[in-house]
């Protein structure tokens, strides 16, 4: 195999919460010069197989992939997984398991919105939803940026969706320990997402990477869509304390929300292990 010099494995379809369809993405991603490609999309493997195919008929390796939500120290923390089984029935039904009460929660949003002046956000959200088991804040972002109630999807989770916020709905995800175990159990490995944007002390972050370990898991994602230069440094020095192989992928949803396209990244700082060297058997 010839070592791919630019993987893309972190984006997301119009099967979770990106606006372009999984053979979109292979096209843009093959435009965009990438030779290893993931399509994770939340807690759903539903746009696997098209990712593939599509994939395939480019001529564009590809890995398995799912970004799957997870309650950790009352927290929300995503864990990526790469190169497993998407066709697995203890994967299949932990996802599902996942992805139940998204749907009272957006009820819930709606009926929150709706009290500081915000009406009809639910079924407003529901015109961008492309998968009805997925309906998730994004969808009711581009609602409120749409609708002229904020300037960008940004302001609206500034303002509205996150904690504290008045559209905030908390919601308990799957536990780390069963992410990690579907992903693994079904021949993957699993990568703690976009680590610097969890506001953790340091010690829950030492506590995340630990237990993360000790339950299996495998990779950090160092390169990211929403890292800075620092902080790519800063998780690469973790990789290495942790002996944890290191990931790289934009976390693409959309061309006019992304900061970051398929496959513009930075390259993997020296000295780490990537991630796809442990999964060179699972390539598609
Ligand atoms: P949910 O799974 O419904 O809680 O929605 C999470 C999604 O919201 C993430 O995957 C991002 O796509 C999006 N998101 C979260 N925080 C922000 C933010 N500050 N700005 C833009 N998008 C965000
Ligand atoms: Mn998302
Ligand atoms: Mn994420
Ligand atoms: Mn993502």
């Keep these: 195999m010839t070592f791919p010099l630019n993987p893309d494995l972190h984006c997301h379809s119009t099967t979770s919460d990106g606006t372009l369809t999984p053979e979109e993405l292979a096209a843009r991603a093959k435009a965009n010069g990438v030779d290893l490609w993931a399509l994770t999309d939340h807690d759903e493997v539903g746009g696997q197989q098209r990712a593939m195919d599509a994939a395939r008929g480019l001529g564009l390796r590809y890995l398995t992939g799912v970004e799957i939500s997870v309650t950790f120290a009352d927290s929300t923390v995503h864990v990526v997984g790469l190169g497993f089984d998407h066709t697995d029935p203890r994967m299949m039904e932990g996802l599902a398991d996942t992805r139940d009460g998204r749907g009272p929660r957006a009820v819930e949003m709606g009926a929150q919105l709706a009290k500081v002046g915000i009406p009809g956000a639910y ?162």
């Design 123 to 284: 079924e407003g959200a529901l015109k961008y939803v492309g998968n009805p088991r997925l309906i998730s804040r994004t969808h009711f972002a581009r609602f409120l940026v749409e609708s002229g109630v904020c300037r960008d999807t940004a302001e609206v989770f500034r303002k509205y969706l996150t904690e504290g916020k008045p559209g905030f709905v908390p919601h308990r995800w799957a536990r780390l320990g069963d992410a990690v175990s579907w992903i693994t159990d079904s021949g993957g490995v699993a990568v703690i997402a976009h680590p610097a944007r969890y506001n953790f002390s340091a010690t829950l972050e030492y506590a995340l990477f630990s237990e993360f370990r000790q339950h299996g898991g495998q990779a950090v994602e160092v390169v990211t869509g929403n890292h800075s230069a620092a902080e790519v440094l800063r998780y690469a020095d973790l990789a290495r304390e942790f002996d944890l192989a290191a990931s790289r992928g934009s976390d693409f949803h959309s061309p006019d929300e992304s900061h970051i396209d398929l496959g513009k990244l930075a390259p993997l700082p020296a000295g780490l292990t990537p991630v796809w060297s442990l999964l060179t058997e699972r390539i598609h």
